[in-house]
T-cell receptor
Framework: AQSVTQLDSQVPVFEEAPVELRCNYS??????LFWYVQYPNQGLQLLLK??????LVESINGFEAEFNKSQTSFHLRKPSVHISDTAEYFC??????????FGKGTRLSVIA | DGGITQSPKYLFRKEGQNVTLSCEQN?????MYWYRQDPGQGLRLIYY???????QKGDIAEGYSVSREKKESFPLTVTSAQKNPTAFYLC????????????FGSGTRLTVV
């Protein structure tokens, strides 16, 4: 069975500093990996996803994540955060055509 | 524009009453899902359906029921058997091609008093 571990439940960071949100997964087969962002009382918005090909994937708002098969990780990074990045971030995994399995989330708080 | 609509956004019910949450999509996606979100717990799968007239239990199906009579609709009923129904409920749909991915609704916050 698949599982996802987000190692930090809360990450405070100063504005314009870099940030890394950690995600490890377990699965016995090939997986697809996702990062979602959630603002209060809203649904989930896709940040980026890894399906195949290049192990480094990027989003349009400056986030990137790298798929590391040997370490079963898919950490999310941003070199310089903004106040507007304050939100909850979820890492998720699925095997082909199976439901998404989520981590418990990481609350990113950007401090001015 | 295509998307998923969940209604209502906020719902209040008395303990012991059944309540039905609506989820409608116009994306022509085959698969639909219901997740429950509690603080610090992430999202947990309640039920999912990959085709019309068929659905499967997820990890926390007890106290919930669903139907899938139409491709566009996947309503979730929270029954009186659900011991702790107060939560944020998210509906999602999925497509395999041309771009593999999931689309989420904006959620329904259910409060049982």
């Amino acid at each position: 069975a698949q599982s996802v571990t987000q190692l930090d439940s809360q990450v405070p960071v100063f504005e314009e500093a870099p940030v890394e949100l950690r995600c490890n997964y377990s699965s016995s087969v090939s997986v697809y990996l996702f990062w979602y962002v959630q603002y209060p009382n809203q649904g989930l918005q896709l940040l980026l996803k890894y399906l195949s090909g290049s192990t480094l994937v990027e989003s349009i708002n400056g986030f990137e994540a790298e798929f590391n098969k040997s370490q079963t990780s898919f950490h999310l990074r941003k070199p310089s955060v903004h106040i507007s990045d304050t939100a909850e971030y979820f890492c998720a995994v699925s095997e082909r055509n199976t439901p998404l399995v989520f981590g418990k989330g990481t609350r990113l708080s950007v401090i001015a | 524009d295509g998307g998923i609509t969940q209604s209502p956004k906020y719902l209040f019910r008395k303990e012991g009453q059944n309540v039905t949450l609506s989820c409608e999509q116009n994306l022509n996606h085959d698969a639909m899902y219901w997740y429950r979100q509690d603080p610090g717990q992430g999202l947990r799968l309640i039920y999912y359906s990959q085709i019309v007239n068929d659905f499967q239990k997820g990890d926390i199906a007890e106290g919930y029921s669903v139907s899938r009579e139409k491709k566009e609709s996947f309503p979730l009923t929270v029954t009186s058997a659900q011991k702790n129904p107060t939560a944020f409920y998210l509906c999602a749909s999925f497509r395999d091609t041309p771009s593999y991915g999931y689309t989420f609704g904006s959620g329904t916050r259910l409060t049982v008093v």
